[in-house]
């Protein structure tokens, strides 16, 4: 090999070009200017997330800013002359945390610039938040009440008396001596509050049991457009649902009325509560806002709301205060009307006694008793007064925690549903509920005695 071949072998060796290997192992360092590339690319990765992260934090600060404003506007709304009136405040009794209570709702007709309008539609709502249950008592407008400090009258029109006393709180205290019961909470929804509302669900499904002609109930409906409802299962639409629960085109005017309203309502708890329609609640909340007057937050009953979610038909009792008409009242049937207040204190369904006496016999129906309150013989005393009754006893002993403070008649599926208001109407007390797999008993019905027995027996007069 000459002298310059071997300069060149040496020099290859001893200096390989950069990104090129010189052997097997050799470890080939890059050049300074793609390490400065490398590092600026790596710098521009960190930067663009940063960026990505900042961006993200503040649109939801921003939207959880909005949320939160949006609530107290709302809030602020719908206390507007209810929440902030100290009168109506002081008329309501403060409810027990996670005890049933109980809410007056309203429905009014008012025009824009009224202050009071007379109480189209009476409510008394019982919720039970442990049982997810919720009892509706309706009220005539026209029934013959005692108005305190007004006289004999109409109950609606207390709801219209102004003056410190008059408007919600006078309702209030009208209400609770009519019934004898506490009221809790106070809501009333003006016709058009309601109609928003059913628009921004979507609509409600109604099973329509009669065809409806009436332009008087479609007085909020552009051209009367709404005044005709046909016979049938349908999607009701605002305008179409205010015909449908202010209509008194009906025989016995008020009484079907009623009676739609509950019908509607029932069907506005189980479809507002589905899952896919949790969304749209702040939506409905605002629709609602400045057309509702209420002592609740919007937290609070969105809570309850949340609470009651996958609500159905069996959870929510109906009925009304019934009565005859005597021109220019509705006279109430007062042996009735207790009857229903002492199931509507209770949480039992209104027609238990009316309606599964006849169809379920005590001697077919088996039941489990189990002590829930921790007290000494209420499982005995339950399972004695059902054996008396004719029912057949299985398992008395004690539940698996002490924690009960209300006594339940748990029922595993609709089978057994008549049997389990039959158990209920022969205890001092007792909500239905259905299992939904959180009980387990291989009889027809259990019975978990609550803290609540031993007031309930001293109650009824057959304390053990």
């Known amino acids: 090999m000459g002298k310059h071949a071997a300069q060149r072998s040496h020099s290859v060796l001893k200096a390989p070009r950069a990104g090129r290997s010189s052997g097997v192992g050799a470890v080939v360092e890059p050049s300074p200017r793609l390490r400065v590339h490398k590092q600026n690319r790596a710098r521009a990765i960190r930067r663009g997330v940063l960026v990505v992260v900042i961006v993200i934090a503040v649109i939801a600060v921003g939207a959880a800013a909005y949320a939160y404003f949006t609530m107290r506007s709302i809030d602020r709304t719908i206390k507007a002359g209810v ?3 100290g009168q109506t405040v002081a008329a309501l009794t403060k409810p027990v945390p996670k005890q049933p209570f109980t809410i007056l709702l309203m429905g009014s007709d008012a025009r824009p610039k009224e202050e009071a309008a007379r109480a189209d539609t009476i409510i008394v709502a019982r919720v039970d938040p442990q049982t997810r249950q919720v009892s509706m008592l309706s009220i005539p407008r026209d029934t013959r009440v005692e108005i305190p400090g007004h006289g004999i009258s109409k109950i609606n029109a207390a709801n219209f008396y102004g003056g410190a006393e008059g408007g919600p709180a006078l309702m209030i205290k009208t209400v609770e001596g009519f019934l004898g019961i506490k009221v809790n909470h106070y809501m009333e929804v003006n016709f058009l509050g309601f109609q928003k509302a059913v628009d921004a669900l979507g609509g409600v499904w109604i099973n329509v049991d009669t065809t409806i002609d009436d332009p008087k109930a479609a007085g909020h409906s552009p051209h009367l457009r709404a005044q005709h409802i046909d016979k049938g299962y349908q999607l009701l639409t605002g305008e179409y649902a205010l015909t449908y629960v202010r209509s008194r085109a009906f025989p016995d005017a008020d009484f079907t009325r009623m009676r739609h309203q509950q019908t509607f309502f029932k069907a506005l708890a189980e479809q507002s509560s589905r899952i896919e329609n949790l969304p749209k609640l702040p939506t409905i909340a605002r629709e609602m806002a400045p057309y ?4 609740m937050s919007v937290n609070e009953m969105l809570d309850l709301v949340m609470a009651l979610k996958g609500i159905n038909g069996n959870d929510l009792q109906t009925a009304t205060v019934t009565g005859v008409w005597k021109t220019p009242y509705v006279w109430t049937d007062e042996k009735e009307k207790a009857r229903l207040v002492a199931a509507f204190n209770a949480g039992r369904p209104f027609d238990a006694t009316s309606t599964v006496g006849t169809a379920v016999e005590p001697s077919t129906v088996s039941v489990t008793v189990r ?7 209420v499982a005995s005393s339950a399972s004695s007064i059902l054996k008396s009754a004719g029912f057949v006893i299985g398992e008395v002993g004690n539940a698996n925690q002490f924690v009960y403070d209300k ?18 109407s022969k205890l001092p007390t007792g909500s239905v509920v259905a299992s939904r797999g959180m009980y387990s008993f291989t009889t027809d019905v259990l019975v978990v005695v609550g803290k609540d ?12």
């Open 83 to 85: 929440g902030s009136n």
């Open 292 to 295: 509702t007057a209420t002592d």
């Open 371 to 377: 002590n829930g309150a921790g007290q000494e013989g």
């Open 407 to 424: 006594t339940l008649v748990v029922y595993k599926d609709d089978a057994n549903k008549a049997a389990a208001d039959l158990v209920a």
């Open 453 to 464: 027995w031993k007031a309930a027996l001293a109650n009824a007069g057959t304390a053990q």
